[in-house]
């Protein structure tokens, strides 16, 4: 797939075949995961999961997600993840559930060289203090969730140019577009400066639309619904 973007596009998702089919593609740059992905495709052993994904996804970066709710448990889970790979991020939430900051275990992670992706970010003030607490020697990632921002309404994209903005002055910090609903997002990430979208497996099969002619978009929408009726067997 060819297509005109300077975004990295990483996979996301937690199906083993898919993932393995996309290993290879070359327009892929990455690849992230969850739990809550893994648990809706069924992975029940995380570890083994993590080692079969690792089998194939060599040389490209890959997010595993700590689960645990408890920070020495947490900061335990992801030196035992990034002993994983060197291509290996260890996802970190922002907070735990308790609304607990989990920014020292930030700062403590990255300054023993863990590549982690700080994951379900909304705002440019918590991006601002993660960047104050990462090393700015060690590969890293913010993953500023626009998609969901813009399920309550709001417009993203001043979030999102102020998040690069914090993160302007770590130059391996790189800021991830999440959870985009559309292509039109991958393009607005795009020209947006972002450096890396996340993308759903529906989100990839949309891809090939970008940029085409709108006149045979509508002739083909149109053949569709005629298509269909007949098949259907309408008639009134």
Request: with cysteine.
């Amino acid at each position: 797939m060819n297509l005109p973007l300077t975004i990295k596009l990483f996979a996301d998702g937690a199906d083993y075949e898919s993932i393995a089919a996309l290993a290879g593609e070359s327009h892929i740059k990455g690849f992230t995961t969850n739990p809550t992905l893994m648990r809706k495709a069924g992975i029940v052993d995380y570890r083994k999961f993590a080692r079969e994904v690792l089998a194939v996804v060599r040389d490209k970066p890959i997010s595993f997600e700590v689960f645990s709710d408890d920070f020495d448990e947490m900061n335990h889970q992801a030196l035992e993840i990034a002993s994983w790979g060197s291509n290996v991020y260890v996802k970190i939430p922002v907070t735990n559930t308790k609304r607990e900051p989990t920014l020292p275990l930030i700062k403590t992670l990255t300054r023993q060289g863990v590549k982690i992706n700080v994951t379900a970010v909304m705002t440019p003030e918590q991006v601002a203090m993660i960047a104050d607490h990462l090393d700015p020697g060690v590969p890293s990632c913010v993953s500023v969730f626009a998609g969901r921002i813009a399920d309550t309404g709001r417009d993203p994209l001043p979030l999102m140019k102020a998040s690069l903005d914090h993160l302007s002055a770590l130059p391996r910090a790189e800021l991830v577009w999440a959870s985009p609903r559309e292509v039109l997002n991958v393009c607005q990430a795009d020209a947006l400066g972002c450096h890396i979208i996340t993308v759903t497996t529906d989100l990839l099969r949309k891809l090939p639309a970008l940029g085409r002619n709108l006149d045979d978009f509508s002739l083909e929408t149109v053949q569709m619904f005629r298509a269909d009726a007949v098949a259907a067997g309408f008639c009134i």
